[in-house]
């Protein structure tokens, strides 16, 4: 077994508990991170005594506007705030993926206190490098591995995107004009455009079509998958067909295929809500139709799992929820539309979000046959 340095944790002491409690106190404004400076793309190491951490990103790689770039910014807001070195790795395929997981792990120059690796794709591969690599610390995002040097945050996607649906039952229902766009309330039809067909995706899916019913059952909800996270192109011709077909407004959890959506809204002066981080900052262009986006702080599970590593409190073994209790998840107005969006929209949508952390809700995981 090689051994592992951990200096700022024999410097810091360790605080066991710190996990739970640094989750709540760093997710307890919904505030982000705009950090957007690039990290080398090697896996050199600048700084020796610093904690080191490795990046390895879901498939989209870097400058997605979306979930990777999310969790980018949890770890320069981790390297500002204690000094640490990171490496990031865009992997090409879920094969790159595991070879990344064990060149890591095995690194000596340097050697990582914390691997990340950013996506379920993810999951496969490191359930079987974990055991493989006992000493080395991962954290997961978006699946579970069970193993005593694994620490895995989830989220609970369907609840944040009840809030999407509840947003675009409510105004599709009405007659509105927002920024460029106006809706057809003879119509009430919306759509969603997820990225492959999975169980991650269909609790996106389950979650929003049960907000759309919460606020109108009579609302119907169209509904495509692109295969993957890449191909705008096909996105946009799926969104484009929606709009045809009547859709006001189209949800995607496509990552960065979602930009099709917000083109195909564009072009048919339409409306869209994003997806893991406000895209009404990340994709200002499309400003204008961006009514919302469903955030997942991937940046803040990233900053928690690093804080928590450097600080002595890992939470190795243990399975992190976060959900809209801990703003985990939220519904964020995009920055153009918000001020537009009645407000006893609003107030129904915020009254929804009090019911569901109140458990006077339960979202279904589950698309409903």
């Known amino acids: 077994m090689r051994s592992k340095k951990y200096s700022r944790r024999k410097l810091l002491g360790a605080t066991a508990g710190i996990g739970i409690a640094g989750l709540a106190g760093c997710l307890g404004d919904g505030t982000a991170n705009t950090e957007t400076e690039t990290a080398p793309a090697t896996g050199e190491d600048t700084n020796e005594d610093a904690t080191q951490v490795g990046m390895i990103y879901a498939l989209a790689g870097l400058d997605d506007r979306s979930f990777n770039d999310a969790a980018n910014r949890g770890i320069q807001r981790a390297r500002l705030d204690y000094g640490i ?17 064990r060149e890591l792990a095995r690194s000596e120059t340097p050697t990582y206190d914390l691997l990340c690796c950013i996506g379920f794709v993810q ?12 000493d ?14 694994v620490a895995s945050y989830v989220f609970k996607e369907h609840q944040g995107s009840f809030e999407a649906g509840h947003l675009a039952g409510k105004l599709t229902s009405r007659d509105i004009t927002l920024g460029t766009g106006t809706t057809n ?56 067909a929606m709009y045809d077909d009547g859709a006001d407004i189209v949800y995607h959890a ?35 139709v961006i009514l919302a986006s ?25 399975v992190v929820p976060l959900g809209v209790e801990s703003k985990g998840v939220d519904l964020v107005y995009g920055t153009s539309l918000e001020p537009a969006i009645p407000n ?13 952390v109140a458990g006077d809700i339960t979202v279904p995981t589950e698309v409903k046959e």
Request: proline share 3%; hydrophobic share 35%; aromatic share 8%.
């Open 85 to 101: 070195s990171f490496s990031n790795h865009e992997p090409d395929s879920a094969e790159d993926m595991a070879r990344l997981q």
């Open 123 to 134: 999951q496969e591969s490191l359930s079987e490098i974990a055991s493989e690599y006992p």
């Open 136 to 149: 080395q610390q991962f954290m997961i995002v978006d699946a579970t591995v069970d193993a005593e040097n």
């Open 185 to 240: 309330p003879e119509e009430r039809i919306v759509g969603f455009v997820g990225g492959p067909e999975n169980d991650l995706m269909e609790r996106f899916e389950a979650g929003y079509r049960a907000g759309v019913t919460y606020a109108d059952p009579e609302v119907t909800v169209r509904t495509s998958y692109v295969g993957n996270f890449a191909d705008v192109q096909t996105a946009f011709d799926m969104a484009q």
């Open 254 to 288: 496509a990552g960065g295929a979602g930009l099709g959506v917000f083109q195909a809204a564009q072009a048919a002066n339409r409306y869209a809500i994003g997806v893991d981080a406000d895209q009404s900052r990340s994709n200002p262009r499309y400003a204008d």
């Open 294 to 318: 469903m955030v997942k702080r991937v940046d803040n599970a990233i900053y928690t799992a690093t804080s928590n590593v450097v600080e002595g409190g890992f939470q190795g073994g243990s």
């Open 344 to 356: 006893d929209v609003k107030t129904a949508i915020q009254q929804s979000r009090e019911d569901i």
